[in-house]
T-cell receptor, first 115, second 107 residues
C-alpha cells in the first residue's frame, strides 16, 4: 500500500459524458501527478500539480483538466468522453520539495471504460 | 525536449541476468528511477539514484546520460513492464518517464 488513494476504482460511462477522478496523495506529499495508461501502451504523463499550482504539463488533451485543492487532494476532469479515452488512470504523489528524493508513489488507478 | 529512451521489449531466460538500458536527453538531470509495473497494478519503485545502486536482485548502473537496470537470477514472475524515469531538479522539478520495457522470461 503506497498511501495514495484513488476513487472510484472502476467507472463505466458513455461517449460525450463527463467524469471526475479523485486522488488523495500520501500524507505530507505536495506534488500530485496524473498518468494515463491505454491498452498496450505505456504510462503517459498528463499533468503535475505542486501545492495547488500546475507545475508541468504532458500530453493532456484540452478536454481534460485537473486541479489540486488546498487539502492537497486532486481531481482529474475528463469531458466529452470518447471511446479512446478508455484507459487506466494513475495518480502518483511525491514530497515535491525539489530535493533529491522525488520518488513517485502510485495509487491503484481508476479504470475508465467509455461505451 | 526532455526525452527518455528505452527498448520496447527485452527477452530473457530464467536464471539469467537481464539488462534493460535507458538513456535520456533531459537537461540538468539528477536522478534515475526504475519502476516495476505489472499491468493493472500500481507501478512501484525498484531502485533509484545518482550513482550505482542495488536493492536485492536489482542493480542500477549510472552514467550522466544513461543507466541500466540489471535483474539478477531472473524468474518468470519478473515478467512485467519496467519504466526508466529521469528527475530534473532545476527550477520546476520534473520526472520524465520512458515508454517502458516489457520483459518476457522463458522458463
Amino acid at each position: 500500500d503506497s498511501g495514495v488513494t484513488q476513487t472510484p476504482k472502476h467507472l463505466i460511462t458513455a461517449t460525450g459524458q463527463r467524469v471526475t477522478l479523485r486522488c488523495s496523495p500520501r500524507s505530507g506529499d505536495l506534488s500530485v501527478y496524473w498518468y494515463q495508461q491505454s491498452l498496450d501502451q505505456g504510462l503517459q504523463f498528463l499533468i503535475q500539480y505542486y501545492n495547488g499550482e500546475e507545475r508541468a504539463k504532458g500530453n493532456i488533451l484540452e478536454r481534460f483538466s485537473a486541479q489540486q485543492f488546498p487539502d492537497l487532494h486532486s481531481e482529474l476532469n475528463l469531458s466529452s468522453l470518447e471511446l479512446g479515452d478508455s484507459a487506466l488512470y494513475f495518480c502518483a504523489s511525491s514530497p515535491g520539495t525539489s530535493g533529491r528524493e522525488e520518488t513517485q508513489y502510485f495509487g491503484p488507478g481508476t479504470r475508465l471504460l467509455v461505451l | 525536449k526532455d526525452q527518455v529512451f528505452q527498448p520496447s521489449t527485452v527477452a530473457s531466460s530464467e536464471g539469467a541476468v537481464v539488462e534493460i538500458f535507458c538513456n535520456h536527453s533531459v537537461s540538468n538531470a539528477y536522478n534515475f528511477f526504475w519502476y516495476l509495473h505489472f499491468p493493472g497494478c500500481a507501478p512501484r519503485l525498484l531502485v533509484k539514484g545518482s550513482k550505482p545502486s542495488q536493492q536485492g536482485r536489482y542493480n542500477m548502473t549510472y552514467e550522466r546520460f544513461s543507466s541500466s537496470l540489471l535483474i539478477l537470477q531472473v524468474r518468470e514472475a519478473d515478467a512485467a513492464v519496467y519504466y526508466c524515469a529521469v528527475y530534473r531538479c532545476a527550477n520546476a522539478g520534473k520526472s520524465t518517464f520512458g515508454d517502458g520495457t516489457t520483459l518476457t522470461v522463458k522458463p
